[in-house]
């Protein structure tokens, strides 16, 4: 694994890079858009943002892929459902550090320690190197914003990565700012959806419902269900 520090990008690609990606913001296409400003100056033929805590299981935020079979909500199940999170020492680094201050990290495929980890994720779906800018909150959780190399894309050189080190902190206020305007407009659906990402549809739709003041009874018939099935999707 390496880190990086910042060295200078070409000011043309670097600006229409970040142009792109702070244009998209509040969009329903983010994702899509800021990947595809962000190969403007570094190959990665995907991306994920999500978030990591110290109690229970991670949280993706968005993620999109630029020219290939989109992979990515099959990656993170797998890396949340199997439990992966729990053994991931590739932001240990991140961790030590103050928190706030943000990190870019780089890392081949082959320098996962964890096997499962590597044959689930990177060896599954050919991914062959990720670059990550990653930082810690004040509750310790940590927040990543995750670039994919694939296999038949050419390696990242140093100055790709410096690149990318050089447009991180728009990227990161960027990518806050949307999940902040995204999270104020979004559906009390939504929003459990996102902070709950294992519920099943027909609990949210149970949830909702008892958040618009349904009583077990009204849900039932508004859902077709039995009384003993609305509480069960409740529990």
Known sequence: ????????APAAARGQAL???VDAVGRDGFAQAALAALNGI???????????????????????SHGLADTTADCFRAYRDQGLYRADRSFDAVRRGAAGHAVVLQIHADEIANPEHRDAIY?????????????????????????????GQRALSASEVGHFAEAAPVLRSAVLRHLQLRQATA?????LASRCPALTARELDVLVRLL?????DGIASDLGLSLASVKTYRA
């Open 212 to 216: 618009d003041g349904l009583t077990y």
């Open 123 to 151: 060896v599954r779906h050919a991914v062959e190197e990720r670059l990550s800018l990653a930082w810690t909150l004040d509750d310790r959780s940590l927040m990543a914003i995750n670039l994919y190399r694939h296999r």
């Open 19 to 21: 142009a792109g990606i």
């Open 187 to 191: 559906t009390p659906r939504e929003r």
């Open 42 to 64: 570094v190959v990665a033929g995907s991306w994920s943002v999500y978030r990591c805590f110290a109690d229970r299981a991670p949280q993706m935020h968005l993620s999109a």
């Open 1 to 8: 694994m390496r880190t990086h520090a910042l060295e200078p």
